[in-house]
């Protein structure tokens, strides 16, 4: 199901005070006013491509090549509705 509430044409970034880090042990973590969230590989190659630049859907487009099923795409959406509703990303 597509998410209604984003716009086709607004670019996405991390929210203000977020940033993707590696720790001291070379694992990816967004850093941000609440603490520190540690991500998996997939979660930080898509958080890595909001960075303002780009739109829900060129996101998606960029990291669908690196994956050779089709249903990663409902993947990458749903990882993006959950970012934007715990305030990681933000439309700008």
């Keep these: 199901m597509k998410d209604k509430a ?3 044409a607004s ?7 977020r940033q993707l880090q590696k720790d001291s042990a070379d694992r990816h973590i967004l850093v941000g006013p609440k603490g520190v969230v540690q991500l998996n590989e997939s979660a ?3 958080l890595a491509l909001c960075d303002g630049t780009r739109t ?7 990291i ?4 050779k099923e089709d249903s990663f795409a409902v993947d ?3 990882f993006l509705s959950a ?6 990303i933000i439309e700008g």
């Design 6 to 8: 984003w716009s086709r």
């Design 11 to 17: 670019r996405i970034r991390l929210a203000p005070g």
């Design 44 to 46: 930080a190659a898509i």
């Design 56 to 62: 829900r859907d060129q996101i998606i487009a960029r």
């Design 64 to 67: 669908l090549p690196r994956s």
């Design 76 to 78: 990458v959406r749903e």
């Design 83 to 88: 970012a934007r509703h715990r305030g990681w």
